[in-house]
């Protein structure tokens, strides 16, 4: 992939900064990504494991910010990990999930456009 930045001549549209295809193989590593991204819930997991204190969280950390049960919300956090999204490591009785940001960094890297950057935020408010 190469990556090269440039400007649309009429300023109105983006233009990618990828310019070559991903590979057979790299897309589907980046599609097990997105899949897993495409359930509102692993999203929002994935958002408030990378913002907690620390960028790490466990189930207990963050059940109390969904109407789900520990074990669904498990569930989903396993999918983030199986996707790649999410590393995870045991203390005690508790397992502790952070953002691989690997992962994360692909995805930026194949969604970057040469544009004005906007907030998150502002974006979806």
Not at 10 to 39: H, N, Q, W, Y
Not at 62 to 82: A, W
Not at 107 to 115: G, N, R
Request: aromatic letters at 4%; proline letters at 5%.
């Amino acid at each position: 992939m190469s990556n090269q930045s440039s400007s649309s001549e009429d300023g109105c549209c983006p233009t990618p900064v990828i310019t070559e295809a991903v590979s057979a193989d790299a897309a589907a590593g980046l599609a097990r990504m997105f899949k897993a991204l495409g359930d509102p819930v692993r999203l929002r997991l994935l958002s408030l494991v990378s913002g907690h204190e620390g960028g790490e969280a466990c189930v207990c950390d963050i059940s109390g910010s969904f109407d789900l049960s520990q074990p669904t919300i498990s569930h989903h956090l396993k999918v983030l990990r199986e996707a790649g999204l999410l590393e995870s490591e045991r203390r005690g009785t508790w397992v502790y999930h952070r953002v691989a940001p690997a992962a994360v960094a692909q995805l930026a890297y194949v969604l970057q456009v040469a544009a004005p950057t906007t907030s998150v935020a502002a974006a979806f408010a």
